[in-house]
């Protein structure tokens, strides 16, 4: 796995048992405010959830801590480092909500070239390239160009390009949208096999049953977090019997307050 662990119990101000961190983090477009005060403490090894309608700044807080956008005020920490220091880029996978592959490659071309970005050799590429084909069903479009592919194939290979490296923090943007069921089952086990292994998942869903196999969540609403901790637990403070349920209700008081 690219980028050996330190031994530092602190780096650069954010504890070393944190995977994310954000301080008082705010992206503004103009006059809207994309992220409000967002504050996040991931630790190492967890599947943390952020979960919240379109428009509630899952994205956005992804973009910021892949480095994708810069954000307006606050500071963001990603493996022990402030988010923009680049010695953390390969230790990182991201997965982003919209397919951003070259349609003129094949699936085979399209691993290869991440497999080299990421720096990996060629045994070490087709190892993994093999593995994941098997996982994601497309062994036999191996040799499909992506343009081919339908929407549900090409999210797939996004997915296997995250993964190919074996990173230690993975960043997955709604990766279940447009899967069929039977291989979303499949996605969230292999998503489980990753965290008892040690590897940090954060995910977007807007899936219920989803969520509630994250070892925590965070409700944004309005770019703000309006709730975190384990499923159950959120259910149970609001008093709810459904997590959907508990997200409307707190979206109610958050709302009443302000009035």
């Not at 923009?84 to 490659?105: C, H, K, N, W």
């Not at 036999?140 to 081919?148: K, M």
């Not at 096999?193 to 409700?219: K, N, P, Q, W």
Request: hydrophobic residues 35%.
């Amino acid at each position: 796995m690219p980028g050996a662990k330190t031994g530092c119990t602190k780096m650069n101000g954010i504890g070393n048992s944190l995977a994310v961190e954000t301080r008082s983090l705010v992206k503004r477009y103009g006059s809207f405010t994309a992220v409000d005060r967002l504050n996040l403490r991931i630790e190492r090894g967890e599947t943390y959830g952020l979960l919240g309608p379109n428009g509630s700044g899952k994205t956005t807080t992804i973009k910021i801590l892949c480095n994708l956008l810069r954000p307006t005020s606050g500071e963001a920490f990603v493996l022990g480092r402030r988010v923009g220091d680049r010695s953390a880029v390969s230790r990182i996978g991201y997965m982003p909500q919209e397919t951003a592959l070259y349609l003129d490659l094949t699936i085979h071309e399209t691993l290869s070239l991440f497999g080299e970005i990421y720096g990996m050799n060629k045994a070490e590429i087709e190892r993994e390239e093999e593995r994941l084909l098997r996982f994601i069903d497309l062994e036999a479009w191996r040799n499909t160009t992506i343009a081919n592919l339908s929407g549900g194939m090409k999210h797939r290979v996004s997915l296997a390009c995250a993964l190919l490296h074996n990173p230690e923090l993975l960043f997955l943007d709604e990766p279940t949208v447009g899967v069929d069921p039977e291989l979303r089952v499949s996605f969230w086990d292999y998503f489980e096999a990753l965290r008892h292994r040690g590897v940090t998942v954060v995910i977007t869903t807007h899936y219920m049953d989803e969520a509630h196999r994250c070892s925590r969540i965070g409700l944004l609403r309005q770019g703000r977090l309006i709730a975190e901790g384990t499923p159950a637990g959120i259910v149970e403070s609001a008093g709810c019997r459904s997590l959907e349920d508990a997200f409307l209700a707190l979206a109610r008081r958050g709302d009443a307050r302000e009035t």
